[in-house]
């Protein structure tokens, strides 16, 4: 190279970096489905505690999945799986939808529901208790639709035979409690973890919602039915917290401050977005943890909102 070349080619690079910054080329933006997976991480880095993670838009495909493979306790959640199995019988007419159940004293379970309030000889129909299971997390009904399926090895299979394998009911309410008692600390309990309510990914969860949403879980039928009686959930102070705009049929699983779950869809007239939160590990306090699982469905409604 000559060295007059070269006394260009210097001069060239001197007035280059001399260039105000706006006059340079702009670095490139992050895409928005990058910025949205940033702000949840964000979030949950903000509260101390094991996450489990996962997104899918339906119509898009696009997909966020954050710890999202590894089994974690379900708690309640379980209870969706149960009630896939109890429309699952209905549709095969071993069980129906109006048959009538007779409350003993010996039915009723401690922890959430209302059933256990109810004076024994209240009859309830196989609709009722699925329906209580579901929107006030009634741990009565949850049992004695158990015993009406045949235990947790018929809703097991069920989970396997839609390739959904790490989804296990592991036992009755009745049996956790039990052994939440034997324990004697609840954080000892759950830090042990040897007696999970259920147990499940948050994508199987997430892949299984997706089979409700797009009416494949037993059939179409059955499936709008599952979403109807979830509309209708009665706590609201996690995915539905900060959403607007949006219907949120989901099921929360609780124990806290250790656990806050809570799983469903946003639904609007443009998107349909499976959302999975699980946590576990958390000794802080409990409405903090809710609130964070509030403002991640926040971020995920509000960038769907604007597409």
Known sequence: MSRRMLILELLALVAT?????????????????????????RITRGVNARWGVYIKCLETGEE?????????????????????????????????????YTLRDEDKRPGTGVIRTLDAGATLSVRDLITLMNTVSDNTATDILF???????????????????????????????????????????????????????????????EKIARGE?????????????????????????????????????????????????LESEKHRIVIVVFTAQHYGVGAQLEDAIGRVAEQVADHYAAR
């Open 17 to 41: 970096l001399a260039m105000p910054a706006a006059a340079r080329a702009p670095e490139q933006a992050p895409a928005p489905l990058d910025r949205l997976r940033a702000n949840i991480e």
């Open 64 to 100: 966020i999945a954050l710890g999202a493979d590894e089994p974690m306790d379900t708690m309640s959640v379980i209870k969706i799986p149960l009630m896939v199995e109890a429309f699952r019988r209905v549709e095969a007419g071993s069980l129906k939808l109006d048959d009538r």
């Open 147 to 209: 015993a009406k399926v045949g235990g947790v090895g018929p809703v097991n299979a069920l989970m396997a035979e839609y390739g959904l394998k790490s989804i296990r009911a592991t036992g009755t309410t009745d049996a956790w409690f039990q052994a939440l008692r034997e324990a004697g600390s609840a954080a000892r309990f759950h830090a042990e973890a040897k007696t999970p309510f259920g147990l499940a990914s948050p994508r199987d969860v997430g892949r299984l919602l």
């Open 217 to 265: 879980a037993v059939s179409k039928p059955s499936s709008d039915a599952m979403l109807a009686i979830m509309r209708q959930q009665v706590y609201r102070s996690r995915l539905p917290k900060y959403v607007t705009g949006y219907a949120v049929p989901h099921k929360t699983g609780d124990f806290l401050p250790y656990i806050g779950n809570d799983v469903g869809l």
